[in-house]
């Protein structure tokens, strides 16, 4: 009996604590307490050195906060070298190759917590050498444009950055057609590793070929090995786009477009060359452009110097790059190599030794209808500075300049942040190197717009990011 009335008591206690729950005002919603406090990202980086020669990276932190870096030099055989390392705000870095490395093909995947991180690499390539930004994994189609296996030859580098097992089919794509190997097809790129692919093997004596990767699983970035004869470079894997525009030097040699067209259609829309005295027309975007057909194209300037190229499509997204001759008296021609990308407001460049920033120059078009006034923070290991002759500078509609660095360590890694109101721009940093040979390369500057956030824990046994 005493049990019962215990039983109803509590029934009773329920009930009436039920009653108040439903009288008491809705309280508000707390926020989450699990969150990501340490924004950071990925730079995956496919060819940073090859075997028996050194590469570098160069690291460039425009945030305000600290940034703890892991560095991963992914081999083609071997284990993995891991590198870690704190970024201050605001300042700049260039990493060698580990001593392990040396003997090694190898990549290197770029993880920070913190900061706001740049990367870029140069590579010594034979007796040249090649620079190039790093990317971001992302994009479900790149295209390496700029491709030849005629008296040359590309090699498509992809690697994962990813925690599993990526796969991409690889077409070829030269004089209309899609070139799609079975063996091409389905292609397993493991977790953090590299797989190469030599072009040659499948389009024979191609004067243009571009290589177009898709992926069915997993994210890759890609980058093109094009050596021709004494001189060398790197070759950026992009996502083809409506809108896209590069710039290069025709300061010391002749200046090279390639475009392409990607999709079922032509490629209908307008192509505009960037130059110190305004803009002119492309003449291969004059009329369409058939897709899977790469063209190369001369382009040149009254006046010797900058010359950018400004595309837009309404149908097939279009793909370009630049090639630029390079040759100084007593030493023979090279040649540097840019990507096409989209215009921005603010695009962010590095680059450091081997090249001395007294043979830094950079080339800016503003592609845009509106006038741009451009002002540039060079940042190095010390700290930035707001040089006064890289402040407020006029650039018109439709042109393009040649901006020198002065001033400088000879031994800095040079950090630029780029910033127009006004017109958008595109903008490439390039360098000579003299020692051991002469060889000459450029970084195409990333536009800062709309790039992706990731939250990135850093891991308290290292100090570096969680993979």
């Known amino acids: 009996m005493k049990r019962a009335w215990v039983g109803v008591a509590v029934t009773l206690l329920l009930a009436g604590a039920a009653v108040a729950d439903r009288l008491r005002p809705p309280q508000p919603v707390e926020p989450a307490t699990v969150h990501a406090s340490n924004p950071g990202g990925v730079w995956a980086c496919p060819v940073m050195k090859l075997a028996g020669a050194n590469g570098w990276l160069h690291l460039f932190n425009s945030g305000d906060d600290a940034s703890a870096v892991r560095i991963s030099y992914v081999p083609d055989r071997g284990a993995t070298v891991e590198q870690a390392l704190t970024l201050a705000p605001h300042r700049t870095l260039t990493a060698g190759t580990p001593r392990a490395m040396l003997a090694a093909d190898a990549g290197a995947i770029v993880e920070y917590a913190g900061g706001r991180v740049t990367v870029s690499r140069t590579v010594s390539i034979g007796g040249a050498a090649g620079a190039a930004s790093c990317d971001r994994p992302g994009g479900a189609t790149l295209i390496v444009p700029q491709g030849s296996t005629f008296t040359a030859e590309t090699q498509l580098v992809l690697l994962n950055p990813g925690a599993a097992d990526a796969v991409v089919d690889v077409a070829l794509l030269t004089n209309g057609r899609s070139l799609q190997p079975q ?37 890759v970035v890609v980058d093109g090995i094009l050596t021709a004869g004494s001189t060398a470079d790197l070759i950026q894997g992009v996502p083809p786009s409506a809108e896209s525009a590069t710039v290069a030097s025709s300061a010391r040699g002749g200046v090279l477009f390639g475009v392409v067209a990607i999709g079922d259609e032509d490629a209908v829309g307008s192509g505009r060359l960037l130059a110190f005295d305004g803009a002119s027309t492309f003449p291969p975007l004059v009329t369409s452009l058939a897709p899977d057909t790469p063209i190369v194209s001369a382009a040149g300037a009254s006046h010797p110097g900058a010359i950018g190229l400004a595309v837009e499509s309404s149908t097939s997204p279009l793909v370009i790059g630049a090639r630029w001759q390079v040759v100084t008296k007593g030493n023979p021609g090279e040649v540097a190599m840019s990507t096409g990308v989209t215009p921005s407001h603010e695009v962010l460049a590095v680059l450091g030794p081997p090249a001395a920033s007294g043979a830094m120059r950079l080339l800016i078009a503003n592609t845009d209808t509106a006038p741009a006034s451009i002002d540039i923070v060079v940042f190095t290991e010390a700290g930035p500075a707001k040089l006064p002759q890289l402040q407020g500078i006029a650039l018109e509609p439709g042109r393009s300049a040649t901006l020198t660095l002065q001033g400088l360590s000879p031994s800095a890694t040079v950090g630029l942040q780029i910033r127009s109101s006004g017109g958008r721009v595109v903008a490439a940093l390039e360098a000579t190197t003299a020692a051991p040979t002469f060889t000459a390369y450029a970084v195409t500057a990333v536009p800062t717009e709309n790039v992706p956030v990731v939250g990135v824990e850093p891991d308290p046994r290292r100090g570096v990011p969680a993979s």
């Open 183 to 219: 063996s091409l097809s389905g292609r397993v790129v493991p977790a953090r590793h590299r797989l190469v692919i030599r072009a040659g093997d499948y389009a024979f004596d191609a004067r243009a070929v571009a290589a177009q990767i898709t992926t069915q699983a997993g994210r």
